[in-house]
């Protein structure tokens, strides 16, 4: 007898969800981070580009996703972990050395990350017909740029609303303006939002 097949509406939104939020806490939410902790820009802009070399050289290690263990057993692993690596950021960040060793935990987190996202991209293959997978697409993305609207926007809020009540003292922050129009910077900036707006 055929086992009967579960509705994606019953963990595709979810499982989207949350395969964007580990990589907006890496890439966005940790420029913020550093950047109230009085990190130089120069440094902190260096270290947390390279945080995206696990998902641009992700193809090396799909492979093992594919061959070891299930799909599910891989999402499921790489979520409990993501949740360590998350809590073990959190610990470091009140030490002198702090940059260093929230570096690296956001490294492994970037790694992560990408692994739940092969995972979950392999399970959203195996787990729907070629009709589902078109009828999800749209949904699956839509609960992706939610974690990203989450990350971006309310989680960054909720952190300066704790630093404003909790004692700590304000970081000053200089803001100087150019004329965009004749600055490459300006085209650039266009590029990167419009690829985030519309991705692949």
Not at 50 to 63: D, E, G, Q, R, S
Not at 122 to 142: A, P
């Amino acid at each position: 007898m055929k086992k009967e097949q579960r509705s994606g509406w019953f963990w595709i939104p979810t499982l989207y969800y949350a395969e964007g939020i580990p990589y907006i806490i890496a890439m966005t939410v940790s420029v913020v981070m550093y950047k109230t902790m009085g990190i130089s820009n120069a440094v902190f802009a260096f270290w947390t580009s390279i945080l995206y070399l696990p998902w641009v050289a992700k193809f090396a290690w799909a492979p093992i996703v594919d061959i070891y263990s299930t799909k599910r057993r891989w999402i499921i692993v790489m979520q409990l972990f993501l949740g360590i690596l998350l809590g073990a950021v959190a610990v470091v960040m009140q030490f002198s050395w702090f940059f260093v060793a929230s570096m690296f935990f956001l490294w492994l987190i970037a790694f992560a990350s990408a692994t739940h996202d092969i995972a979950c991209d392999g399970l959203y293959m195996l787990g729907l017909d070629s009709h589902q997978q078109s009828w999800f697409v749209g949904i699956r993305s839509t609960f992706y740029r939610f974690a990203m609207l989450t990350g971006q926007g309310l989680l960054v809020i909720l952190a300066g609303y704790i630093e404003s009540n909790t004692g700590l003292p304000p970081v000053d922050v200089t803001v100087s303006v150019t004329d965009v129009t004749s600055n490459a910077h300006f085209f650039i900036d266009i590029y990167i939002f419009l690829s985030w707006l519309f991705p692949g």
